[in-house]
């Protein structure tokens, strides 16, 4: 073979190894962009079995995670670990469907008793209250943070009571109700969300 023939075959060898490597490099670079979005899926939720992120604000709590109070009187965590008050203390667990709470109830005692004079008399009334949500601690944390003009509402609802409704049972839950909107109403206009589902009394006395 001339020399003639050995240099023209070796630009063809060129051209050949060129595209080879230029399909390396693609290959390369599809089997790269297939892993970073892959990734990015990934990490954004898109696939695998990530959780979307949670809504901030107060979140129901299921009854099993209800805090009970432990032997020793004090509030244990959720559920029934060592040292905290068990299902089976409590009897035979409801069947799913009859009768219970779906959701568990946090309860709060207000520090202070509040008085107030009863409207169009000349009686007064003193009484304790402990409300209920069935949100996690966020509402009765809004409701620490904002326990003046809590405290406001409620006065001013006694202050509309009359005796009626303080000398009957039906009067009093009557009564409880209506704490329990105030209460919402002053937490909604200062947090954006009430939660508070009940007002009990704590203590109840008339003069």
Same mark, same amino acid.
């Given at each position: 073979?001339?020399?003639?023939?050995d240099?023209?075959?070796? &630009?063809?060898?060129?051209?050949?190894?060129?595209?080879?490597?230029?399909?390396a490099?693609?290959? %390369?670079?599809?089997? #790269?962009?297939?892993?970073?979005?892959?990734?990015?899926?990934?990490?954004s939720? +898109?696939?695998? =079995?990530?959780?979307?992120? %949670?809504? &901030?604000? @107060?979140h129901?709590?299921?009854?099993?995670?209800?805090?009970? &109070?432990?032997k020793?009187g004090?509030?244990? #965590?959720h559920?029934?670990?060592?040292?905290?008050?068990?299902?089976?203390d409590h009897?035979? &667990?409801?069947p @799913?469907?009859?009768? =219970?709470?779906?959701?568990?109830?946090?309860?709060?005692a207000?520090?202070?008793?509040?008085t107030?004079?009863?409207?169009?008399s000349?009686?007064f009334?003193?009484?304790?209250?402990?409300v209920?949500?069935?949100?996690?601690?966020?509402v009765?944390?809004? +409701?620490?943070? *904002?326990d003046?003009?809590v405290?406001?509402?409620v006065?001013?609802?006694?202050?509309?009571?009359t005796?009626?409704?303080?000398?009957?049972s039906?009067?009093?839950q009557?009564?409880?109700?209506?704490?329990?909107?105030?209460? *919402?109403?002053?937490?909604?206009?200062?947090?954006?969300?009430?939660?508070?589902?009940?007002?009990?009394?704590?203590?109840f006395v008339v003069?």
């Amino acid at each position: 073979m001339s020399d003639k023939d050995d240099k023209a075959e070796t &630009p063809k060898k060129k051209g050949k190894i060129g595209k080879i490597a230029l399909l390396a490099v693609g290959a %390369v670079a599809l089997i #790269g962009g297939g892993v970073g979005a892959g990734l990015y899926a990934s990490g954004s939720g +898109l696939i695998g =079995g990530r959780k979307a992120a %949670v809504a &901030p604000g @107060p979140h129901l709590v299921p009854k099993s995670e209800q805090k009970r &109070p432990s032997k020793d009187g004090k509030e244990g #965590g959720h559920g029934g670990g060592e040292g905290e008050a068990k299902a089976e203390d409590h009897g035979m &667990p409801t069947p @799913p469907g009859e009768g =219970g709470d779906r959701f568990a109830s946090n309860y709060y005692a207000m520090e202070k008793e509040f008085t107030a004079n009863l409207q169009d008399s000349v009686h007064f009334l003193q009484i304790g209250i402990a409300v209920s949500t069935p949100y996690d601690d966020t509402v009765i944390q809004n +409701l620490k943070t *904002n326990d003046i003009a809590v405290r406001s509402a409620v006065l001013m609802t006694l202050g509309d009571t009359t005796e009626d409704q303080v000398f009957t049972s039906d009067g009093k839950q009557a009564l409880a109700k209506k704490l329990a909107a105030s209460i *919402n109403k002053v937490l909604k206009e200062k947090e954006g969300f009430g939660g508070i589902s009940n007002v009990y009394f704590t203590n109840f006395v008339v003069q």
